[in-house]
C-alpha cells in the first residue's frame, strides 16, 4: 500500500484553467503539507495542516487554496492557472510533533501551456 | 534570514568509496538537521536526521556529523553503491515544528 499517494501524477493544461490535485495519507499523521519543486530542483514549502487546521501558509497567491476534508487528505486547487506554476508539486505528511520526519508523494508534474 | 546551502551542486564518485555531502546552513533557531535522498521521478526519503544538541550520528551506512560552531552538515556514506545515485538535500527543522526549510540539493553520481 502507498503511504502517500497523490494524483494525478501528470497534469497539462492550458494557462487560465482552474485544476485540482488530491493527496491522500494511510499512516495516521496528523500533519500534511504541500510543496512546489522548480525545475532546478529547490523543493520550497506552500502550505501546512495540522489536524485539519492551516498553520503554514508561504506567501503562496491565493490562487492556490488548499482543503483538508479530513485529516488523511489535503487537496491543492489552484485557479486561473499561469505559465509559472509549471513545477513538480508534493505532498507530504508526518507524525505529530516530527515535522522532520515527512513523508513524500510521488508527486504531480504540472505543465502548464 | 533562514537558508540552507550546499557547497557542491554534483558529485561523481566511484562505487565502493565513500561519499560526502555537505552543507551549510546560516539559521542557528532549528532542533533537528535533517537529511533526504530524492530519486529521479519519486518524492523526497528521510534519510537520517541529528539534533542540534549532538554533533554525530550513525545510520546504516550513512553518518550525519553536525558542526554547529561553523554552522556545517555533512552526510557521508560508506561504500557508496549504483543505488545511492540520487539527489540529497539538507533541511532543518524546529522542535516539534510544521515549517522545514530544504536546502538545494546535491547531485550524487555514482561511476560503477
Known amino acids: 500500500d502507498t503511504a502517500v499517494s497523490q494524483t494525478p501524477k501528470y497534469l497539462v493544461t492550458q494557462m487560465g484553467n482552474d485544476k485540482s490535485i488530491k493527496c491522500e495519507q494511510n499512516l495516521g499523521h496528523d500533519t500534511m503539507y504541500w510543496y512546489k519543486q522548480d525545475s532546478k530542483k529547490f523543493l520550497k514549502i506552500m502550505f501546512s495542516?495540522?489536524?485539519?487546521?492551516?498553520?503554514i501558509n508561504e506567501t503562496v497567491p491565493n490562487r492556490f487554496s488548499p482543503k483538508s476534508p479530513d485529516k488523511a487528505h489535503l487537496n491543492l486547487h489552484i485557479n486561473s492557472l499561469e505559465l509559472g506554476d509549471s513545477a513538480v508539486y508534493f505532498c507530504?505528511?508526518?507524525?505529530?510533533?516530527?515535522?522532520?520526519?515527512?513523508?513524500f508523494g510521488a508527486g504531480t508534474r504540472l505543465s502548464v501551456l | 534570514g533562514e537558508s540552507v546551502g550546499l557547497h557542491l551542486p554534483t558529485l561523481s564518485v566511484q562505487e565502493g568509496d565513500n561519499s560526502i555531502i555537505n552543507c551549510a546552513y546560516s539559521n542557528s533557531a532549528s532542533d533537528y538537521f535533517i537529511w533526504y535522498k530524492q530519486e529521479s521521478g519519486k518524492g523526497p526519503q528521510f534519510i537520517i536526521d541529528i539534533r542540534s544538541n549532538m554533533d554525530k550520528r550513525q545510520g546504516q551506512r550513512v553518518t550525519v556529523l553536525l558542526n554547529k560552531t561553523v554552522k556545517h552538515l555533512s552526510l557521508q556514506i560508506a561504500a557508496t553503491q549504483p543505488g545511492d545515485s540520487a539527489v540529497y538535500f539538507c533541511a532543518f527543522s524546529p522542535a516539534g515544528g510544521f515549517k522545514t526549510i530544504f536546502g538545494a540539493g546535491t547531485r550524487l553520481f555514482v561511476k560503477a
Open positions: 507530504a505528511s508526518s507524525p505529530r510533533d516530527r515535522g522532520d520526519i515527512q513523508y
Open positions: 495542516y495540522n489536524n485539519k487546521e492551516l498553520i
